[in-house]
């Protein structure tokens, strides 16, 4: 999804021929994994951060070609709309100090955005929500980022559903909005982690993510405020689901799973999962000159369908291949040091829960896919299941099994200084000092959307955990 479209409109001939060579690198893939011809010794780390382009006054700032222009780092890219856009981080392996690289990294880039930002006299926020965005910000003629993939994107999508898009949640508040575009999709914007495993470890990495997923999405939450209304604790999980449902009346009727979704169960390969892909309609159909071995159109066609935890594949330098996944339930923020203690949390606990072999596929799927809704919606005021089927308090489970069991594998890995962050996340836990909680507080007390992104961002500037935070969370 990150590279541009050349085309500016597709017809039927260049949705057959993306069909056939989807259809010829989907072949080639079988035969790669059925020679398992894919690295199974590398372990690598990445990340992907959006931002949010705020003005002084704290409300969206359009900015963001322009701040990619003024930084010239080939490193940041452009999203959906014209207030955000994303950091993609250097690639790392994953061994020893690596989390001390990848906070070196991400001090480092965001910097280079933050100055490029103040140039234009606008400051950089790291939200789930964007929470002083109106349905305003909401009109693509404005706010959407002038490139071709977004207008397709948005032009596709309402032909395939026949109807309006459609946001409801139901929080603290309800919120219910309309669009004939897919701008609600810029509502939400997200720390995105991948971790490259050894081809043996891929299948039991991809179950261990589905429940680490669940697990740390309320100890990360961060977008409870969505256009003025008091949503979700994780309102950004349902605002995807929706925002980009490409399904028509009969689709939904006939129970057709959406192109945003947690999974359809367990797998046996990730193979699995890379032919569920043929399950959806090609939305950007653009046929390149690529040989097959490339696998352009399967991973431009796999960018086009959000699982929450996304299997990857790629060409190293020397040709070869390997498989990752794309870890993509975390939001973004508050601080940095916020977002390298989630992203810890993330990996310590997706390796540690790996360790559990068959025991993570026991619990019925239907039975995980509810606790991550119920997290996203509840935050840490819930209970979920643990892998064994013990169900108890989020909390609890956090603090007595899953952050235990993230130590001990981060420790074994030979990964140093991991403890400082992993006590970030314990201390947030034990509190309840969420993102989502300091800024439900501020909202309640002041009522004043542009005020609280200006404080929120006083106070990530400080690079203070947020459970640390002065102000009404605390």
Not at 78 to 92: D, S, Y
Not at 136 to 150: A, K, S, V
């Amino acid at each position: 999804m990150g590279e541009e479209i050349q085309k500016e409109h597709f017809e039927q001939a260049d949705y057959d021929r993306f069909q056939q060579r989807l259809e010829e690198e989907t072949e080639w893939l079988r035969s790669l994994f059925a020679k398992r011809a894919f690295d199974n010794s590398s372990r690598m780390l990445g990340y992907e951060l959006e931002l949010c382009l705020a003005d002084r006054d704290g409300n969206p700032s359009r900015i963001n070609t322009h701040v990619i222009e003024a930084a010239s780092n080939p490193l940041f890219t452009t999203e959906l709309a014209r207030f955000n856009m994303e950091i993609n981080g250097n690639v790392f392996p994953y061994q020893g100090n690596v989390f001390n690289q990848i906070e070196a990294d991400l001090a480092q880039l965001y910097k280079q955005a933050e100055d490029a930002a103040a140039d234009f006299d606008s400051q950089i926020g790291l939200f789930g929500v964007f929470p002083s965005v109106t349905e305003e910000h909401l009109d693509p003629q404005n706010y959407m980022t002038e490139l071709h993939r977004y207008n397709l994107l948005s032009q596709k999508l309402l032909n395939m559903r026949g109807r309006p898009v459609k946001l409801h949640l139901d929080g603290e508040e309800q919120l219910s909005i309309e669009k004939h575009d897919v701008m609600l999709e810029a509502l939400a914007t997200s720390l995105q982690i991948h971790i490259q495993v050894p081809f043996d470890e891929i299948v039991p990495t991809y179950h261990a993510g589905l429940w680490s997923s669940m697990l740390v999405l309320a100890a990360t939450a961060n977008s409870p405020l969505v256009l003025g209304k008091s949503c979700w604790q994780e309102s950004r999980i349902g605002i995807f689901k929706q925002s980009v449902d490409t399904r028509n009346p009969q689709e939904i009727e006939d129970r057709i799973i959406p192109r945003v979704h947690f999974g359809k169960g367990y797998i046996k390969s990730l193979l699995d999962l890379f032919e569920d892909n043929f399950y959806y309609s090609p939305i950007l159909p653009e046929v390149r000159d690529r040989p097959v071995e490339d696998l352009h159109h399967l991973a431009l066609h796999n960018g086009t369908i959000w699982r929450w935890v996304r299997p990857i594949i790629a060409r190293n330098k020397d040709s070869s291949y390997h498989l990752r996944l794309e870890l993509r339930v975390v939001p973004s923020g508050p601080t940095l040091i916020d977002t390298i203690a989630n992203l810890v949390f993330y990996i310590g606990l997706t390796e540690g829960l790996k360790t559990l072999g068959d025991q993570l596929t026991e619990v019925p799927f239907t039975t995980l896919e509810s606790d991550f809704y119920r997290a996203a919606r509840e935050g840490l005021n819930t209970q979920v299941h643990w892998p064994d089927g013990e169900q108890a308090d989020l909390k609890k489970i956090l603090l007595e099994r899953a952050l235990p069991l993230a130590r001990e594998a981060l420790n074994a890995a030979g990964i140093k200084d991991s403890g400082r962050w992993l006590d970030i996340i314990e201390a947030r836990v034990s509190s309840g000092a969420t993102g989502a909680s300091w800024i439900s507080a501020h909202w309640k007390e002041y009522g004043d959307s542009a005020r609280l992104v200006c404080d929120y961002i006083k106070q990530a500037n400080t690079n203070t955990p947020v459970h640390l935070w002065q102000g009404p969370a605390t």
